[in-house]
């Protein structure tokens, strides 16, 4: 095994993003809920903080000019979602823009004689699941997946036959990167008359987010953007009830003029280069598969091909997930290990399982997502020390 001192040298941003791009990290592969936050948006937010200090929803010249950076800020990030602004509304966090969707979807469809039931991928993150089963006098049927933890369309099927409130399936999962059938799912939602919310956190500013939802959330964290914002787009043909009137577009208490700002700097940042982006990803991606299937006792998971640009997990057999991470970590590599969701938990992973591939009795993940300016030296530096350590822990 290399010195676990040694330095990882990183090379050059790829000749992607203009000056200044986002500053390339050394053997930083762990951006999902961790994609560093641009430079833009870094400005942004100090520029924000100085003008759009106060309440946007007062009167006075202070107030003005803080809705008008709210307001602005909104539009921009609608563009960049490809939805009007409108129907685009910002929270603080992805998990309570869900949950004001979730109850708030809920709640109308039930006054509208639905029944209160709502079905959900057995892949979905943690917020989705804890918002479902937030939901009063709720039955949550949850809908298997195959093994590449993409859902079991005649399953979908049949459940939705017997009606729901409301489904939930996301764009694409974020911790082995598959992609959902979501245009077959929601024509089976549209031809049921019930409405679909769909996370789409990892799919924004990595690929195309198409038209196959209802209500869709999406998290300024994943291209670049700061905490303490999020994005919810509801559709005009959808009823629903938040328990707070969105304020100027903005869902539960005070807004963060200044994140918002900073989220809607780092799309306009991102527009122009994130397919040149996706496709560098996918081919460290297709680097990494390609040689754990080389490594005894290692498996990628996830659709080979369907999949995200920029996320790989690998299963191996007779290690510990979190004494690999350790280990990468000491020499200067950044991986994951359990779901994205529990990682800080010690939890297994509920998507591996669900999927079929893992048995936290015996085997341990990695999970790798790439930042934003990713070179090949971090994916060389993992590829020559991941093994003798997975070797190393396995013994």
Same mark, same amino acid.
């Given at each position: 095994?290399?010195?676990?001192?040694?330095?990882?040298?990183?090379?050059?941003?790829?000749?992607?993003?203009?000056?200044?791009?986002?500053?390339?990290?050394?053997?930083?592969?762990?951006?999902?809920?961790?994609?560093?936050?641009?430079?833009?948006?870094?400005?942004?937010?100090?520029?924000?903080?100085?003008?759009?200090?106060?309440?946007?929803?007062?009167?006075?010249?202070?107030?003005?000019?803080?809705?008008?950076?709210?307001?602005?800020?909104?539009?921009?990030?609608?563009?960049?979602?490809?939805?009007?602004?409108?129907?685009?509304?910002?929270?603080?966090?992805?998990?309570?823009?869900?949950?004001?969707?979730?109850?708030?979807?809920?709640?109308?469809?039930?006054?509208?004689?639905?029944?209160?039931?709502?079905?959900?991928?057995?892949?979905?993150?943690?917020?989705?699941?804890?918002?479902?089963?937030?939901?009063?006098?709720?039955?949550?049927?949850?809908?298997?997946?195959?093994?590449?933890?993409?859902?079991?369309?005649?399953?979908?099927?049949?459940?939705?036959?017997?009606?729901?409130?409301?489904?939930?399936?996301?764009?694409?999962?974020?911790?082995?990167?598959?992609?959902?059938?979501?245009?077959?799912?929601?024509?089976?939602?549209?031809?049921?008359?019930?409405?679909?919310?769909?996370?789409?956190?990892?799919?924004?500013?990595?690929?195309?987010?198409?038209?196959?939802?209802?209500?869709?959330?999406?998290?300024?964290?994943?291209?670049?953007?700061?905490?303490?914002?999020?994005?919810?787009?509801?559709?005009?043909?959808?009823?629903?009830?938040?328990?707070?009137?969105?304020?100027?577009?903005?869902?539960?208490?005070?807004?963060?003029?200044?994140?918002?700002?900073?989220?809607?700097?780092?799309?306009?940042?991102?527009?122009?280069?994130?397919?040149?982006?996706?496709?560098?990803?996918?081919?460290?991606?297709?680097?990494?598969?390609?040689?754990?299937?080389?490594?005894?006792?290692?498996?990628?998971?996830?659709?080979?091909?369907?999949?995200?640009?920029?996320?790989?997990?690998?299963?191996?057999?007779?290690? /510990?997930?979190?004494?690999? /991470?350790?280990?990468?970590?000491?020499?200067?590599?950044?991986?994951?290990?359990?779901?994205?969701?529990?990682?800080?938990?010690?939890?297994?992973?509920?998507?591996?399982?669900?999927?079929?591939?893992?048995?936290?009795?015996?085997?341990?993940?990695?999970?790798?997502?790439?930042?934003?300016?990713?070179?090949?030296?971090?994916?060389?530096?993992?590829?020559?020390?991941?093994?003798?350590?997975?070797?190393?822990?396995?013994?």
């Amino acid at each position: 095994m290399s010195d676990p001192q040694a330095p990882v040298s990183e090379t050059e941003t790829p000749e992607i993003w203009p000056n200044p791009g986002p500053a390339p990290l050394v053997g930083y592969l762990d951006a999902v809920a961790g994609q560093p936050v641009l430079p833009v948006a870094t400005q942004a937010l100090v520029a924000a903080l100085k003008q759009g200090w106060s309440d946007p929803a007062r009167l006075h010249h202070h107030g003005r000019r803080a809705g008008l950076v709210l307001d602005t800020a909104r539009a921009a990030i609608a563009e960049f979602l490809r939805v009007p602004v409108a129907s685009c509304f910002v929270g603080s966090s992805g998990s309570d823009v869900l949950r004001a969707a979730i109850m708030g979807l809920y709640q109308a469809r039930l006054s509208a004689g639905a029944p209160a039931r709502i079905l959900v991928g057995a892949t979905e993150s943690m917020a989705v699941t804890f918002a479902t089963r937030a939901c009063p006098g709720v039955e949550t049927v949850t809908i298997p997946v195959d093994a590449f933890g993409r859902i079991d369309s005649e399953a979908f099927s049949a459940a939705i036959s017997d009606g729901a409130a409301l489904v939930c399936v996301q764009q694409a999962n974020a911790e082995v990167g598959t992609v959902q059938p979501v245009q077959e799912v929601h024509a089976l939602c549209r031809h049921a008359g019930i409405p679909m919310v769909s996370e789409a956190a990892q799919v924004a500013g990595h690929r195309a987010i198409g038209d196959a939802w209802d209500v869709l959330v999406a998290v300024p964290r994943d291209w670049g953007g700061p905490p303490g914002c999020a994005a919810l787009v509801v559709s005009p043909d959808v009823r629903w009830r938040p328990d707070e009137a969105p304020d100027r577009g903005w869902v539960g208490g005070f807004p963060d003029v200044a994140a918002v700002a900073a989220a809607a700097a780092a799309a306009e940042f991102v527009e122009p280069h994130w397919e040149a982006q996706a496709a560098h990803h996918t081919a460290m991606i297709d680097r990494i598969r390609s040689a754990a299937a080389t490594w005894p006792g290692v498996q990628a998971v996830g659709d080979p091909v369907d999949r995200l640009p920029h996320i790989v997990t690998l299963v191996a057999d007779g290690v /510990v997930g979190e004494i690999v /991470v350790t280990e990468l970590d000491k020499r200067s590599i950044a991986v994951a290990s359990g779901s994205a969701c529990t990682a800080d938990t010690r939890m297994p992973s509920h998507v591996l399982e669900a999927m079929g591939v893992f048995d936290p009795r015996d085997s341990g993940s990695l999970r790798m997502s790439l930042p934003y300016g990713c070179a090949d030296a971090s994916i060389d530096a993992f590829l020559r020390e991941a093994p003798l350590i997975i070797a190393a822990a396995r013994g």
